[in-house]
């Protein structure tokens, strides 16, 4: 199992930036991709950004594609995700999520930051 801590959420306003850190430990050596989802109220919980440990190859959703980057640091075992030019529509708890290896999905989930933006 890995163990992911979220944290750099907070309340923005329109246009403004903010960066989300995940910090993983545990049964780190298993994680193949590292992913970012938010949930607002109401919604379902929706995809972000991933990145592939190895390869530190992405996909980000088209809602935050040229605002939002993610990126590893493989010896601090920690995830990023920068985002720039926040909107309203950005409000949602944020999550942290970690794919193993032989897991079919998603195994592993940090506890979620809230990110406000306001307009």
């Known amino acids: 199992q890995v163990q992911l801590v979220e944290s750099g959420g907070g309340l923005v306003q329109a246009g403004d930036s903010l960066r989300l850190s995940c910090a993983a430990s545990g049964r780190t050596f298993s994680v193949v991709v590292m992913g970012w989802f938010r949930q607002a109220p109401g919604n379902e919980r929706e995809v972000v950004a991933t990145?592939?440990?190895?390869?530190?190859?992405?996909y980000y959703a088209d809602s935050v594609k040229g605002r939002f980057t993610i990126s590893r640091d493989n010896a601090k075992n920690t995830v990023y995700l920068q985002m720039n030019s926040l909107k309203p529509e950005d409000t949602a708890v944020y999550y942290c999520?970690?794919?193993?290896?032989?897991?079919?999905?998603?195994?592993?989930w940090g506890q979620g930051t809230q990110v406000t933006v306001s307009s």
């Open positions: 990145i592939r440990r190895s390869t530190s190859s992405t």
């Open positions: 999520a970690a794919n193993r290896i032989g897991g079919s999905g998603f195994d592993d």
